[in-house]
């Protein structure tokens, strides 16, 4: 620490994000990237847009990109907020929407930038605890709060909310704002979208990291309310006017447009997972049922950290969360065919010798 630091950054917990190692051949099944390229149509339309025209500042609405994203989801651009990742919007909306005094309401076992977040705002905070099959309990949620936000499908446990119980969480909350941070919901979930015209303390917040394989792009979005998306909008413009810079916003417009791509290369993933799944459950590991694009394992007769470490000597990643209730699991993306089968190859080897 520094004597120059201030309070509020002396007492920050920062969120530490999946290691981005320099290993020769590695397989890297660790940060929920896809397995498989862009659209080529977003390669293309962000080669043409690498031009002269990056000495202008990019639309500071990104409205081609909101209007695309409207017309799919069939809302209008007043409803949709974007922003530099979706973690820059769940930060905007943590602090357009949670500070009522009360606690901040969500899971003890999901993103851990939540109480990142809350530390950074000064927000209070509450922990659920999901139940002892990892899965969200929604009448647990049933008392004062600033606000809530649920992860669906969550992570790392990739499990996924019927609407039903969404429903239930605005209901019981009319007064606060409920985030569904919907991160990896393309693969599998039910999106809350349908909800917004009846509820307007709704807010989904979706990525193009994911189902759309443009993690390194950076590009987030929120979807709500009108009034909600005006207060991201007034947070936004009092933090930096310009979160999306020219080649961001031509790159995810022709994502988002690009729907025979988007859907093949989602039906592939699944395809994938449910086999990666059957694997491991074949090699003795618990998975839980996943709509995410990563499944979340244990081994009843192994220890996760020595299986994780055993895995990285055969230049292997996968995510181990220390915690009392996550040390015994390995979150593992769900990578191509050929890594998978890698994986499963590797980890029969490793059980097999500590036999």
């Not at 120059?4 to 981005?20: I, N």
């Not at 309310?225 to 930096?240: G, Q, T, Y």
Request: negative net charge.
């Amino acid at each position: 620490m520094s004597e120059l630091w201030s309070p509020l950054v002396r007492r920050l917990t920062p969120y530490v994000p999946g290691e981005q190692p320099k290993i020769a051949d590695l397989i890297k099944l660790n940060t929920n990237e896809s397995p498989y390229g862009p659209s080529p149509r977003a390669i293309a339309a962000i080669r043409e847009a690498a031009g002269g025209d990056l000495r202008l500042y990019p639309d500071p609405e990104a409205t081609a990109l909101r209007d695309a994203i409207a017309r799919r989801v069939g809302l209008t651009a007043a409803h949709v907020f974007v922003g530099n990742g979706s973690d820059e919007v769940l930060a905007h909306a943590f602090q357009a929407f949670f500070d009522h005094g009360d606690p901040v309401l969500f899971a003890d076992v999901t993103y851990s930038f939540y109480p990142v977040y809350c530390g950074l705002y000064g927000l209070p905070f509450e922990q659920i605890p999901l139940d002892e099959a990892m899965r969200v309990r929604v009448e647990d949620y049933a008392h004062p709060c600033s606000g809530v936000i649920i992860a669906n499908p969550n992570a790392p446990t990739g499990i996924a909310l019927p609407l039903t119980a969404i429903e239930t969480l605005l209901a019981a909350h009319p007064s606060r704002v409920v985030l569904v941070d919907e991160a990896y919901v393309d693969f599998g979930a039910e999106s809350a979208v349908s909800l917004i015209s009846r509820h307007p303390n709704l807010l989904v917040v979706q990525t193009l990291s994911k189902s759309r394989a443009l993690a390194g792009l950076r590009v987030g979005f929120a979807l709500g309310d009108p009034a909600l998306i005006e207060a991201l909008v007034r947070v936004k413009d009092s933090f930096n006017s310009y979160p999306l810079d020219r080649l961001a916003q031509v790159g995810a417009q022709a994502a988002i447009e690009d729907e025979n791509w988007f859907s093949e290369s989602v039906a592939r993933l699944i395809t994938t997972r449910e086999q990666l799944s059957g694997g491991l459950r074949e090699l003795g590991f618990e998975v839980l049922p996943s709509s995410a694009n990563f499944v979340y394992a244990r081994h009843p007769d192994r220890d996760a950290a020595h299986l994780a470490a055993a895995l990285r000597e055969r230049a292997i990643i996968v995510r181990h969360l220390k915690g009392p209730r996550t040390a015994p699991w390995l979150r593992v993306t769900v990578g191509a065919d050929e890594q998978c089968a890698t994986l499963l190859d590797s980890l029969r080897g490793i059980l097999l010798s500590n036999s």
